[in-house]
């Protein structure tokens, strides 16, 4: 099977010569947009042979040079809603192309768009709940903003990018961050707008980020997407848990928080539980929960491939 195919089969829960693999970190000390990102990007793509290409967002959410920050709930009635040509949305949407011209085979691209909640964050210094308190229908103004610039760059992400569909990284749907009633009432229906945007796509993760998840409040944001991505190993539930509840595709299996320091040996073993999870890897992409850290060593990082029935690990310093 090529990887396009692969994946498409996992997302829809048929059988494949191998489950899809994929993983992903952030770039040091380069630059969230341009030319030193597209090689960057390309150059991983080429050492390690993921089955699908998720491409990180790490530009911020452009702001006006005399206001780049929120600091009174106010404030949130001036965010402007940026068009997906403009700016950083711009300079990545051009990287997009380069990277899907560039990178001359099959895989899926994706993009990774965080949720308006994420981004709320950091415009707010870890302020949005507070503010949100205080003038609910002024902040209210600019997260509806945030979610509304956010779905018009996901779309542009599939129909002017080529990309396969989003990552929507969500935060917020877990109880460290606020329970349950508060995300389905607030933050829920502006997710389900991001990811409305990406509605052409065929390849759309919902990552729910954090632990003490309120899964079943994300049910209909998940409902939406081909597939959901957790901290399965690192705070649960398990792979089989979630794929029961929900009847999608599963994307996990090796513990984020711990693999910089694994061996080959503990991705193969991490690896061989997540397919028994799962009948054999049916409906599952083999991936960490979250992003690795980058100086997780090469020869663990190309332990997943082997893992899941691919090319032989390469050679390199290992424990195992």
């Not at 048929?14 to 969230?32: E, I, L, S």
């Not at 947009?33 to 042979?49: H, Q």
């Not at 005399?66 to 997906?84: A, F, K, T, Y």
Request: proline share 7%.
């Amino acid at each position: 099977m090529t990887k396009h195919e692969r994946v498409r089969a996992a997302l829809a829960g048929d059988p494949v010569d191998r489950p899809p693999f994929a993983f992903w970190y952030h770039f040091r000390g380069v630059p969230p947009v341009g030319d030193a990102f597209v090689r960057a990007t390309l150059d991983f793509y080429r050492d390690y042979e993921p089955d699908l290409l998720k491409v990180m967002h790490d530009a911020p959410y452009d702001m006006p040079v005399d206001h780049p920050v929120l600091e009174e709930p106010g404030d949130w009635r001036m965010l402007p809603i940026n068009p997906p040509d403009s700016g950083s949305f711009g300079e990545q949407i051009r990287a997009l192309r380069n990277i899907r011209d560039y990178k001359n085979d099959d895989a899926p691209l994706i993009e990774t768009v965080p949720s308006a909640f994420t981004v709320a964050e950091q415009l707010t210094n870890g302020r949005t709940l507070e503010m949100l308190d205080k003038d609910p229908a002024a902040v209210m103004t600019g997260l509806k903003h945030l979610a509304a610039a956010y779905a018009s760059y996901a779309k542009a992400a599939i129909e002017e990018a080529g990309c396969a569909g989003i990552f929507l990284a969500v935060n917020g749907a877990s109880g460290g961050v606020m329970g349950a009633e508060r995300y389905a009432a607030d933050f829920l229906p502006l997710d389900r707008l991001v990811l409305a945007g990406a509605f052409e796509g065929w390849c759309n993760i919902v990552h729910l980020h954090g632990d003490d998840l309120h899964l079943d409040a994300a049910l209909p944001l998940i409902e939406q997407a081909h597939a959901v991505s957790w901290s399965d190993r690192a705070y649960g539930p398990s792979l089989s848990d979630v794929r029961a509840r929900t009847g999608k595709c599963v994307v996990g299996g090796v513990n984020e928080r711990l693999v910089g320091g694994y061996t080959r040996t503990q991705v193969t073993d991490e690896v061989a539980d997540a397919l028994a999870q799962t009948d054999g890897g049916r409906g599952l992409i083999v991936a960490p929960g979250c992003t690795v850290p980058t100086e997780t060593a090469p020869a663990t990082l190309r332990a997943f491939e082997a893992a899941v029935g691919g090319a032989p690990a390469g050679t390199g310093t290992d424990q195992s």
